[in-house]
């Protein structure tokens, strides 16, 4: 039997087959069976219950083998262990897919791990490919593939579109369904991901992207595990011109990942996605609603290569509702433009008189569609303006076919136009959808997607640099180690000697006192809490007794034993204080970091983060990002510093992604000059080089 492609057996199957059908429609093992009849499914549908003969007036199999043929897709509803010799029978027969609604498996520990293998393992022995476990199914509204048991498929005519929704929780292909209907708001595709065990949310979204009927991709997302072939899929989606908006979970502060370095405090798990989902030239939105409702709008708008500053124009028909437009706008950092004289004076001549205001009041005459089609006629030719949000009153619920009819009329304009209703106005929402005009249900969701289109980035990502971490258990170096890892890489860095601590007594130095005395050793991370520095000694003396100190209170305040100290130049004073720093992360590979230095670093939410390595536009980039560092750009007369030289050394810093071995590096602080910046403090854990006994 020749293997079908897997998108054809994922959505577009010719047979199915349901394991642990239910006689009872109710039960959510007797759903599928019912959304299928009630969808229209043309092809062939099989059910397999070795207790009955039949389920729900038609014929029960005992068993997979049992069919008269084999199905293109299976969906297993029955408990795990019996999920997994489903699976393996289907293998056996060549079934090309099986979707797992069965629990059981790595969510309960070692003995659901074990389960996940055997599962696996069963898959293997043929060309079958598994959804799940504990997913809630797939769905395909445009041709009846209906193999779910989310009791919101029970609602007739499941709307249809160009949106494929792939979810990793169960519940929210349902949600979104029931989200968009009534809205003109349609589906291509709906996926549960669930457990992963096989195919990855990647693996799904990418074998989908021939489909000419799927426009747009729609993600939520509860981690990033598999994050290599989202990757791949980010590469491939944007070759095929379609675009991704992306909802994930995991903005809290339990979910960063600490390590030993301030970087690792500041790079946690929601910041990296960001800056992963950036590189992916992915969308991510901040309102569960939005995931749904943005796509039409990136369908319009295409993805920069930098920053942007879009020009937005508002209409309305009602005052108050556009001011709450502004205000949501302006707190997602997007400025609405006003009108110029000018363009304020060719709307009035053209029948749509407005006063000289931030947005364009139409007032009452706003309801009629001569003057709403005159008054978006002129601000969509102006040349003035990326985007214009129409803001409708009561008449989007009450007479659509007036002022969301004028506003339907103009979707097609190389300006793209959205639409919020201040009312709920399904129908209207409805009427633009059909006509491609982007609405929305909330001035939040609305300013959140025009927030987010405008900062979608061309996609950057290396699949290859995803999830490459070197074998082995990383270690923690002394400063001067990680100083010449950092300067090896580009990192500028103060010049040093290292003295023993049992021969203090003659001191000579290659530089000029003062100096600054430091504890070295690779048992601490964090020198200052255990009283290991000590600065501004002015001469060998004190470098001395400065030593001895060190050694008293490591020893005492952290436990650990230094028998060298290093000795630095006690730097000058410059503009400011940075911190940069990298990490290979497990999820999203290797990062550079970017936030205000010191011991305070930590303090403060307030910091930049790309999947590295980056260039010199980026790192200026960065640097931007953070707003504690506005006083290196000579904040109210102070002088500024060397931005240029602190933008080279975050690139430098970034280039240890091509140092397999370095697993985490911080320079902490970088002072940063009126001219140059250094790293004062170096930190740096890497994989230690296996030494290998010799042979003979």
Known sequence: MSQIPLAAALLHPASVAIVGASDDPRKTTGRPQRFLAQAGYGGIAWFVNPRRDTVQGEKAYPSLSALPGVPDHVYVMTGADAAVEAVAEAAALGVPVVTVLSSGFAEEGAEGLAREDRLRAAAAQGPTRVVGPSSLGVVNPRNGVMLTGNAAFGEPDTPRGGIFVASQSGSVIGALVSRARGRGIGFAGLVSTGGEADLSLGEICAATLDDPEITSYALFLESLRHSRDLAEFAAAAHRAGKPVAVYKLGRSEEAAALTVSHTGALAGEDTEADAFFRSCGFTRVNTFEGLAEAPALLTRIAAGSGPRTPRVGVVTTTGGGAAIMVDQLALRGVSVRAPSHDLVARMAAAGAPVPHSLISDLGLAGARHDVVTAALRELQDSGEYDLVVFVIGSSARLNPELAVQALADCGGHAVPVVGFALPDAPDAAALLAASGVPAFRTPETCADAVAAAFARRTTTIDPERIGVCPPGEPELVDEQASAEVLSAAGVPVLPS????????????????????????????????????????????????????????????????????????????????????????????????????????????????????????????????????????????????????????????????????????????????????????????????????????
Request: charged share 25%; net charge negative.
């Open 497 to 696: 000697v290292v003295l023993k601590t049992a021969s203090l007594d003659d001191v000579e130095l290659p530089f000029d006192f003062p100096v600054v005395v430091k504890a070295l050793s690779d048992q601490l991370a964090h020198k200052t809490d255990v009283g290991g520095v000590v600065l501004n000694i002015a001469d060998a003396d004190g470098v001395r007794e400065a030593g001895h100190r060190i050694v008293a209170d490591v020893a005492r305040l952290a436990g650990v034993t230094v028998d060298r100290v290093l000795v630095q130049p006690m730097a000058e004073p410059g503009v400011g204080e940075v911190l940069v720093g990298f990490r290979r992360s497990q999820d999203v590979g290797p990062v550079v970091v970017l936030s205000t230095g010191g011991v305070q670093a930590e303090l403060y939410d307030d910091v930049a983060v790309r999947l590295a390595p980056v260039d010199r536009e980026t790192a200026l980039e960065m640097i931007d990002e953070v707003r504690g560092l506005v006083v290196l750009k000579g904040h109210r007369g102070s002088p500024a510093g060397d931005l240029d030289a602190l933008a080279d050394a975050v690139v430098a810093m970034s280039e240890l992604a091509g140092v397999p071995e370095v697993v985490e590096a911080e320079a902490n602080p970088v002072l940063v000059r009126r001219s140059g910046a250094v790293a004062l403090d170096a930190l740096v854990r890497q994989v230690m080089p296996q030494v290998r006994p010799a042979v003979g």
